[in-house]
Structure formats: C-alpha cells, structure tokens
C-alpha cells in the first residue's frame, strides 16, 4: 500500500492487483496470515508512515494502538539479562496487523487515485530480460485471463513471490538469493489483559540466549489496540511449540522466565492458539545482475524477508517505498531510472539483513545457504563483539541509546563500528545487573503479582 501510494504522487494510474478481497475493518485474511501474530512497527517504519500519510500515527493512537517507549515501557530479558528501563529513546507501535493495514489502507485508498483488483492473482510477467511491459492476470472468480499493460511494475507479493520463476521465464540470469533458517516458529493467543493492564503495563519481552546452544525459545506479551493483550511464544529449530490451548500456558513456563506464564496464567483466552511455520530469512540480490529489466522493482518481504523476533519486516518495506520516492523524484521512470531504483531499494534491506541473519546463525540447527561474506568469514570474532555490546547496553543508557537506534532501523548499523560509540562502551557508566524483572509496585499490583526477587534471570 506504501509503495502503491508512492506511485501515485509520481504516475498517472497506479492498480493494485491482489489475490484476496481486502477487508474494510480490521479483520483477517488469507492472504496476511502472520497477522495472526504479534507485529510491531518500529519507530523509523513509523516516521516514514508519517511523512507518506500525515498525521497517520496520531490517527492509529487515537484510535487505541500503544506507543511503547524503548526500553521506559518495556520489561525485556535479552540474551545477556534483564535491560534497564532507560528513558526512551526509540518507540514501536503496537497493535493488531489487521487494525494497522486496515487503517492505513483507509487514508491510501481514499485519494481515489489507486485501482484496485481484487480476487485477481498475478500469473506472470509480460516482456523481455530488457524491459516488462506488464502482467498477466486471473481472475479467480471467472478464470478469465488478460494482460495489464504497464511502464513500471512492482513485485509486492510478499515472502511467496515467485519472481526468480517469473524472471528465469523471461530468460534474465537466475538471481543470487540468500537463506539463512533458523527453523522460527510462532504460536500465539489473544487475552483480555486485566483491568488497567492493557494500557498501564509495559510490554513483556522473554528472549532466548543463543550462547546456550540449545534450540531458542522467547515469549511477548504486547498490548493492542483493543484492550487486549497478545501473547505469542515462539522458537527456533528443535524446540517445538503448543499446537493446543492445554499446552500454550505450560509451554510459557519453559521460557528463561515464567513472568510471561505469570502474566497469562491471570488472563482469560480469547482465541484458541495460532501456529505458523514462519520461514526463512531470505535475500534476493537483483543489483547483482548485469541485465536487470528496466519497467520492474521488487520491494518488501518478496525482495528480503527476515526472522520476525526482531520486527524489522514492515519498517524494511515503509523504507523501501522512502527510496522509491526519492528515486521516483529524482530519475521517473526512464533511462535505466528503474535499476538505480532497484540499487536504491536493495540498499535499504542490507541493515535489517545481516542484523536477523548473522543473529540466526548463531542458533544449533540454523541451515544456511549464503553468498554473503559477512556470515562465513570472521563469525566468531563478531559475535564477542555483538555480545559485549549486548552485555553494555542492557545496563549503560548511552550505550543502549545508540543500539536502540540501530535495532529502530533508525541509525546505521556502521554506527556500532564508529569511533564514537567504541569510546562511549569503554567510558558510560554501567549499572548493576538486575536480578529480576524491573517492575513497579503499581505495575505488579495491576497484574497482581508479587516480586519474585528469588526467581534467577538465567542471565550472563
Ligand atoms: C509471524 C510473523 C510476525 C511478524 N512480525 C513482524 C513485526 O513485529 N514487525 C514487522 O515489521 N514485521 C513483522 N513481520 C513481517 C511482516 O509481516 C512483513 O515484513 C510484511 O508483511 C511484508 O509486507 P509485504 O507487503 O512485502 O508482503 P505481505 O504483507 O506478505 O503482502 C503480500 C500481498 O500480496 C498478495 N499476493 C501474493 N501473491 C500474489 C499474486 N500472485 N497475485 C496477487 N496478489 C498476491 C497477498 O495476498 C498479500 O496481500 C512478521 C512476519 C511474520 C511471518
């Protein structure tokens, strides 16, 4: 929809082709179906969001999303132990993936300058390995097929793209793709969160530690739009997951911690559990190629799709319709405009990239498939650093503040290199590790629970 709305400012007549009918509420569809599962959007997904459509997040906050300060409203135990509740630096927009692409679907629409074609699926492209001309389309309710003749089109199909297909059939040189699959897996359920809860209690974040060697399990439990709270509990290869009501509480309490199973043991069910095998992290590298077809992008999960535990998926996407922009205002679509565009877009999936991938690596049953270098050569050096800068900045809040702006999508992830923030590792002070989870006694008394100083973290 990002990408579609970009088209618009720039292109006389932009269609939508889409296999599902697309829902006029916040409701679920076929075609989404990780919107069964928690999604949060990062404050630099935000920001973008927020230029493309003004006043966008106000909207989604009035409208009962949670703007979850990082780490102020966030109770989180990382790999390295519990974070301090530093002021927050960054935020992430928690909400219901229906009530947000409902939302932002609404105010794209409503221009009327977009066509929709709904319950129309995209068969392949029309052209040549120099320039696509178009699609081929069904109707899925007639069977009836037809050519959409087009000067620019956009591959938006998400983590099913079949592109490399599509491309091979038009005779371009097969396109490097990457895979990095740590096996994740995500069962989730919906609560009514206590009274109070949804709104006053922080976001709960239980993560594995992949120093263990041991299949990873984590578990959220983040408020939404609706008062409720969503509870997702996911994995890595070998660590299987509740595919029944009965099991989702015991399989909680398996977690480094049991505040989530605490937290969930109050609440009432709302659904039963949802179980998706989510897939790889997987890249595609179409500025690789010589030929790269002029009149084609490709953006979104079906360029790069990442292991959602760190929710970079939607930011990635808002940041590649940024580029489209820019590069849209800058060149239109002439002259080798679409493969600058394309290198512009490819560019924005790099940090995102290796930040899911060379984390999943680090998993026992991770399978790997990967041209890129920064995953082969010099792993286990990278991963002391990575886990000393872990280890600073659950516990220094200048050190925190620019790997939080990192992890946001915010600044570069060349920043954790630069000179700066080397010297801020050796020179911030450090505060005590903490022992257990930082909660209020106004937080614990909404959720009633009681200090479980005794309990340990499971931490370094
Ligand atoms: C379990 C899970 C949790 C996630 N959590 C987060 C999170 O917390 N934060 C975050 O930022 N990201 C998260 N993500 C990632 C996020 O869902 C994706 O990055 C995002 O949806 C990508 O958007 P997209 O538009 O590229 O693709 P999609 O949202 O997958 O959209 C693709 C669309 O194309 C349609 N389509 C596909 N093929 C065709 C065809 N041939 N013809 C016509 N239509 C077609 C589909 O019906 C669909 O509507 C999560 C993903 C999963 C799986």
Not at 88 to 110: E, G, I
Not at 120 to 134: N, P, Q, S, W, Y
Request: glycine share 8%; charged share 25%; net charge neutral.
């Amino acid at each position: 929809m990002l990408a579609a709305h970009v088209l618009a400012r720039h292109l006389e007549r932009v269609t939508v082709v889409e296999r599902d009918v697309l829902p006029d509420g916040p409701r679920h569809r076929k075609g989404s179906p990780q919107g069964r599962h928690v999604h949060v959007l990062w404050s630099s997904g935000a920001r973008i969001v927020d230029t493309l459509l003004p006043g966008m997040i106000d909207q989604l906050l009035d409208a009962g999303a949670r703007r979850i300060g990082f780490h102020q409203d966030l109770v989180t135990l990382t790999s390295h132990g519990w974070q301090h509740r530093f002021p927050p630096r960054q935020y992430a927009l928690m909400c219901t993936r229906p009530f947000l692409d409902w939302k932002v679907r609404d105010r794209v629409l409503a221009t009327g300058r977009i066509a929709l074609r709904q319950r129309a699926e995209i068969l392949d492209l029309v052209g040549d390995a120099k320039r696509v001309t178009g699609v081929r389309v069904r109707d899925m309710d007639t069977g009836a097929r037809e050519t959409l003749e087009a000067d620019l089109v956009i591959d938006a199909s998400g983590r099913g793209s079949r592109l490399r297909h599509w491309l091979s059939a038009l005779e371009v040189p097969p396109l490097d793709e990457d895979i990095v699959d740590a096996g994740i897996a995500y069962a989730t359920r919906v609560y009514q969160a206590p009274p109070g809860a949804a709104a006053g209690f922080p976001a709960v974040n239980v993560a594995a530690d992949h120093r263990l060697r041991e299949p990873g399990r984590f578990g959220v439990v983040y408020p939404q739009e609706d008062g409720t709270w969503m509870v997702t509990l996911s994995c890595t290869r070998g660590a299987g997951l509740p595919a029944h009501d009965d099991d989702f509480l015991p399989y909680a309490r398996t977690l480094r911690h049991p505040l989530v199973a605490d937290l969930i043991a109050l609440a009432k069910p709302l659904t039963s559990v949802a179980v998706s095998r989510v897939g790889a992290n997987r890249r595609l590298y179409p500025e690789r190629l010589d030929i790269w077809p002029e009149g084609l992008l490709v953006l979104g999960d079906a360029l790069a799709a990442f292991n959602p535990i760190y929710g970079h998926g939607m930011s990635s996407a808002a940041r590649a319709a940024a580029a489209l922009d820019t590069e849209l205002q800058r060149s239109g679509t002439d002259g080798g405009a679409t493969r600058r565009a394309q290198q512009a877009i490819s560019a924005t999936v790099d940090d995102p990239w290796i930040m899911a991938a060379s984390k999943d690596v680090e998993y026992v049953n991770c399978r790997m498939s990967a041209t890129d270098p920064r995953l082969t050569g010099g792993a286990v050096a990278r991963q002391r650093f990575s886990d000393l800068i872990s280890d600073r900045s659950i516990r220094s809040s200048a050190v925190c503040d620019v790997v939080t702006d990192v992890i946001s999508l915010t600044a570069p992830q060349s920043e954790l290199a630069s000179n700066g923030f080397l010297s801020l590792m050796h020179k911030d002070r450090v505060l005590p590790e903490l022992t257990e989870p930082p909660l209020t006694a106004e937080e614990l008394a909404l959720v009633k629970l009681t200090p479980r100083s005794t309990v340990s973290a499971g931490g370094s």
